[in-house]
Every structure is written in structure tokens, then in C-alpha cells.
């Protein structure tokens, strides 16, 4: 047992947690079948567009304590998180070797899966995000809630399709959140921070080295599977159709930030677009993007 498992443990007894939660079932475990994922994700679509239309002649709400509170949830909780998994992929690295803790069907392990579940789970509790910005009025845009509303759908193709590089993505994401719930954790409060821009470049690089793990991965599958002959490292276990799903997916957060980022940082000083803070940026003509 390692360290921070122990002081989970200590909290929450294993024992005392249903079979369902801390693993996942498909259909018995919550939110784990595509009515009820379709019907949330469409939930959260039409609560934001009529509650923009409710705050359209009333005042903004400030809700700065609140929001506050909401961001270091998230930065807190995704560094624990980030923790948790750490430690586990180091104990399955050390007993079976770098390509089989990412490739091999015994590298998604029991504590991982709950882990994703947990991080599956915050991803709807993320959808505040999009309400603090309504109920705020600031400017929503097409990637904020497209970010948003896909992730959700992306955990949870992910965990039905039990992806074994899955902890590389998760991961990843957890360590941008930390620092991103962070700013607008500090931010909200009147701090100020030179480097905002690193944040978006940050999360570039992420899509990146997801991309790069995807495709790699999806290489050593198909290769195994259809053309052995072919140089390769082995077999990469999971559901074919949630790999390319989430290279899909990946590829198109990739060109929608890189775009955010160019039209940003990199335009001409008399068309660049005003930020306000890392969380929403103004563009001319009055759109915003949130970056996630």
C-alpha cells in the first residue's frame, strides 16, 4: 500500500464503498450509459442557453467568494487526484516496464479505474464553469462550451473503452487544471500574473503529447492486429472505436485553441484581442473564449 492510498483509505474504508462506484459497470455505475451522458450533456446546453436569456436584462452576479471557492476545489482536488495516479502508474511501471504500463491490458488496474471515474465525475461537476460566465455575463463562445460538453462525452468513452494509455491523458490534464483552477482561483481575488499566455500554450502542448500517445498507441494496436510483420512493440489494449474517437476529438481541441492562441497572441497590436484574465478573452466582436 502506498502513501496517499493509505491516507485515502484511512478517510474511506475500500469496504465501504458499493462495488458500482468504485468500479465501473457499465449501466449500474452512474452517469455510465449513453441516455443518461446524452441526456445530461443536452441538460447542461439548454440550462446554459435559457439562464444567458434569464440574466439578459438583469444585473450581473458577482459571486466572487463563491467562485473562488469553486476554483481551488478543482485545483485542490485535481493535484490529489494527479497524486493518486501518480503513485499507482509508478507501482505498475516498476513491475512491468515502460511500454507495458502504458500498452499492456494489466496497466488499467483497479485503482486507476476508480481514479478516472472520480476524474469523469468532476468533469460534470465542471460544467459550473459555464454557469459562474452566464450568471457573471460575460461572453460565452463556441470552444468554451463545446470544450465542456465534449470532455464529458470523451471520459466517458474513454472508460467504456478502457484505453490502457488512458493515465497519460488524465494525468496531463490534471496537472494543466492545477495550475489553471489556480489563476482564476488567484486571479478572482486581483492578483496578477505575467504569464496567462502559458497557460494557453500549456494546454497546446498538452493536445500534443495526447495526440502523439494516441497515434502511437493506435499504431501498435494495428500493426499487432493486421500487419505483424511490421516493426512494433506489441499489442496496446482497448476499444478501437474510443481510440479514434479520442484522437478525433483531441485533434479538433487542438486546432480550435491553436486558433485561440493565434488570434490572441499573435495578431497585429491595432486587432488583438483584449483578455480579461486566462478564463475569458474579448475578442472586437465580442466574443469570448474560455480555455479548458
Not at 40 to 63: C, D, G, H, Q, W
Not at 176 to 183: G, K, Q
Not at 228 to 246: I, K, M, Q, R
Amino acid at each position: 500500500m502506498t502513501p496517499f492510498s493509505d491516507l485515502l483509505l484511512s478517510i474511506v474504508p475500500a469496504d465501504s464503498i458499493p462495488a458500482h462506484l468504485k468500479s465501473y459497470i457499465p449501466g449500474v455505475s452512474p452517469f455510465s450509459t449513453w441516455p443518461v451522458v446524452s441526456t445530461l450533456i443536452a441538460f447542461y446546453l439548454v440550462s446554459i442557453l435559457t439562464t444567458r436569456e434569464f440574466m439578459k436584462n438583469r444585473p450581473s452576479l458577482k459571486l466572487q467568494t463563491l467562485f473562488r471557492f469553486h476554483n481551488v476545489l478543482l485545483s485542490t482536488g485535481s493535484l490529489v487526484l494527479l497524486l493518486l495516479i501518480a503513485e499507482e502508474v509508478v507501482s505498475v511501471w516498476m513491475e512491468v516496464g515502460t511500454y507495458d504500463s502504458m500498452c499492456a491490458p494489466s496497466s488499467w488496474t483497479d485503482k486507476l479505474e476508480f481514479y478516472y471515474i472520480v476524474n469523469y465525475y468532476f468533469k460534470y461537476y465542471e460544467f459550473l464553469d459555464t454557469l459562474f460566465l452566464v450568471l457573471k455575463k460575460k461572453p460565452l463562445t463556441f470552444l468554451h462550451v463545446f470544450h465542456h460538453a465534449s470532455t464529458v462525452l470523451l471520459a466517458f468513452v474513454q472508460l467504456n473503452g478502457k484505453l490502457s494509455p488512458s493515465w497519460t491523458v488524465v494525468s496531463i490534464n490534471l496537472l494543466v487544471h492545477v495550475v489553471m483552477y489556480y489563476y482564476y482561483y488567484a486571479t478572482a481575488g486581483g492578483a496578477k500574473f505575467w504569464w496567462k499566455k502559458y497557460l494557453t500554450a500549456m494546454q497546446i502542448i498538452q493536445f500534443i503529447i495526447d495526440l502523439f500517445i494516441f497515434y502511437f498507441g493506435l499504431y501498435q494496436h494495428y500493426v499487432h492486429k493486421y500487419f505483424p510483420a511490421l516493426p512494433h512493440f506489441g499489442d496496446c489494449s482497448g476499444s478501437e472505436p474510443a481510440a479514434l474517437f479520442g484522437c478525433a476529438l483531441l485533434t479538433s481541441y487542438l486546432m480550435l485553441f491553436v486558433d485561440f492562441y493565434m488570434r490572441t497572441y499573435s495578431t497585429t497590436p491595432s486587432s488583438k484581442v483584449k483578455t480579461n484574465g486566462v478564463g475569458q478573452t474579448v475578442v472586437p466582436n465580442g466574443i469570448s473564449h474560455m480555455k479548458h
